[in-house]
């Protein structure tokens, strides 16, 4: 089928690129003997998680129940990276089918409690990573003797077993070739947390870390065990600007129609913030939301809803009306989430399609309709 036969705007991915960026950091674990669980965040499909498994993926790591449940589908060993706050959350986590393996990262007592609460009413087996903040200051315990102390408040909790740390290395942005100081700032980190952790008796079975920017530098990561990245299924305008990939490697782009010239200077497209997201380019302003694959000069200048205008002041190339273009996002994983549906193509031709299936929440508490039991 051609591109044309598609309504757009819509989510390409190239199946060559795919295929090769799986493959990479497929190898790459396996080189460094580093066991990869992918954040499924990035495409939210049981398809590509799949080809993620069939490569030799340990497991998945979601952030959301329904992420997990949509998963267990295909994999039997899930991490829920994400506090399971709430008794709705940690109730859907510890209702997963009872033949997955399932571990949760979580930061406070109270989160604590409340997976404590839903695996006792499951009664079944849950493990828990500790998560700390190694620099990110997001989530995660700063001091590494509280982070001990949560640890043995998981012993106390049983079914809840514990397993280790965790950490997200999402504050090294940099470009892969300026990384070396925040490394070692985070080694440091990761050096004396092992140390307090093994001096206290609690030896981590797991030390869970990574991230698309640092991906192939985790075996620079001291103790770390497995790592999670997650855009690097598909790469995005963003990782390869950090240098984490190549232009060529980004495998997914937003097809999109010109549908007016009538502006001097610019073109028109049907991808506006719905179909794009309005991520800005590592935070900088005046880079645009999206470049086009095939002219790389022309950026995405700015959108409204259902709009997207490309600027053309740096090209020769005139887009027709009825044109067809391919936008590179910013931030893939974003563009993801804005689509129920995903083509595969290669070349010039669309070869199948799979659909976003972990997208929203799934579950609907009134009608009591969804995935969750
Ligand atoms: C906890 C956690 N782990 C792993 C990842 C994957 O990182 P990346 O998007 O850099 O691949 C994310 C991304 O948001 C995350 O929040």
């Known amino acids: 089928m051609p591109f044309s036969a598609l309504e757009t705007p819509v989510p390409l991915v190239d199946l060559g690129r795919l295929a090769r960026n799986l493959d990479r950091a497929a190898g790459y674990a396996r080189e460094h003997g580093l066991a990869l669980r992918p954040h499924v965040k990035t495409h939210k499909s049981p398809f590509v998680a799949a080809e993620q498994l069939q490569r030799g993926a340990s ?21 829920v990276a994400y506090p399971p706050v709430g008794a709705p959350r940690a109730r859907r986590i510890a209702a ?5 393996n399932v ?9 604590l409690d409340d997976l404590h609460a839903a695996a006792k009413m499951a009664d079944r087996p849950i493990g828990v990573l500790v998560e700390l903040d190694l620099g990110m200051h997001r989530v995660g315990v700063a001091d590494v003797a509280d982070a001990v102390e949560l640890a043995r408040a998981v012993r106390a909790r049983p079914p809840l077993q514990w397993k280790g740390i965790a950490f997200y290395p999402g504050h090294i942005r940099q470009s892969v070739a300026t990384q070396d100081d925040a490394i070692g700032q985070l080694n440091d980190a990761l050096g004396l947390a092992l140390a307090v952790f093994r001096t206290a008796g609690f030896d981590p079975a797991i030390v869970s870390g990574g991230s ?11 103790g770390v065990t497995e790592f999670r990245p997650g ?25 999109a129609t010109v549908v007016s010239t009538a502006v001097p200077g610019q073109a028109v ?3 506006g913030s719905k179909a794009l997201g309005r991520e800005l380019m ?21 959108m409204s809803e259902e709009h997207g205008i490309l600027d053309l002041n740096a090209t020769d190339w005139r887009p027709e009306v009825g044109d067809m273009v391919r936008i590179i996002p910013n ?13 595969g193509v290669r070349d010039y031709a669309v070869e199948t399609s799979w659909q976003v299936a972990a997208r929203g929440r799934g579950y609907d508490p009134i009608t009591q309709t969804g995935r969750s039991s």
């Not at 997963?96 to 997955?100: A, C, K, N, R, V």
């Not at 302003?285 to 700015?302: C, I, N, T, W, Y």
């Not at 931030?331 to 083509?343: A, G, K, Q, R, S």
């Open 331 to 343: 931030h893939v994983c974003i563009v993801t989430h804005l689509h129920d549906l995903v083509y």
């Open 96 to 100: 997963l089918p009872p033949g997955i």
């Open 59 to 79: 497991g998945l790591t979601c952030a959301t129940p329904f992420e997990a449940e949509v998963m267990s589908s295909v994999c039997d060993d899930v991490l």
């Open 282 to 302: 590592r935070g900088a302003d005046g880079l645009g939301f999206g470049a086009l694959l095939e002219h790389p000069s022309v950026v995405v200048r700015s």
């Open 212 to 222: 698309t920017p640092t991906l192939w530098r985790t075996h620079e990561l001291r």
């Open 103 to 111: 571990t949760v990262a979580l930061d406070s007592v109270r989160a």
């Open 269 to 271: 497209v049907d991808a």
């Open 231 to 255: 855009t690097y299924v598909y790469n995005d305008r963003t990782t390869a600007a950090i240098g984490a990939c190549a232009v060529q490697d980004c495998a997914l782009t937003v097809l």
